[in-house]
């Protein structure tokens, strides 16, 4: 919502130098809280041992979004140096940003004040003889058979 604010104020050509530099700080400053909690709930839903992969292709999924594809649109969109397309460029990417908030607030995971075990089973614990989150059955450590 931010950056669509500083859309409408550039649009509005109500901003300089300094007071356009000091809303792209605001607007990055949630952009980067948001993309670390992006990345703490892909960490939140894998098991442990898949944990790491899950980052790892979250973030290369991410960047060659952001990293590549957004310079390349928006440099031409701001390349143009029409006002008008500077303002599509910001339109562009808070609709994104706001896609993935209303995302999250539909399939985002309640991870508040629970240990990351509880949210995503460790795919080890059913060999190590701890109590499975499928309904308190545990599996013994020589056979792997359950016990309910």
């Not at 500083?6 to 356009?20: D, E, I």
């Not at 909690?37 to 952001?66: D, K, N």
């Amino acid at each position: 919502m931010l950056l669509l604010g500083t859309a409408w104020l550039f649009h509005s050509g109500v901003l300089s130098a300094v007071t356009m530099t000091a809303c792209w700080c605001v607007v990055l400053f949630f952009a980067s809280a948001g993309a670390s909690a992006a990345y703490l709930t892909v960490s939140e839903i894998f098991p442990m041992e898949a944990r790491a992969m899950a980052i790892a292709f979250f973030y290369a999924i991410g960047t060659a979004a952001g990293g590549i594809t957004g310079p390349l649109l928006f440099a031409k969109l701001v390349g143009s140096g029409e006002v008008g397309q500077t303002v599509l460029a910001f339109v562009i990417g808070a609709t994104i940003m706001i896609i993935g908030g209303l995302v999250e607030l539909a399939l985002g995971v309640k991870a508040e004040g629970r240990s990351l075990e509880d949210l995503a089973t460790p795919l080890s614990a059913e060999h190590a003889g701890v109590p499975s989150q499928r309904g308190g059955e545990t599996a013994t450590p020589a056979t792997g058979a359950t016990t309910g």
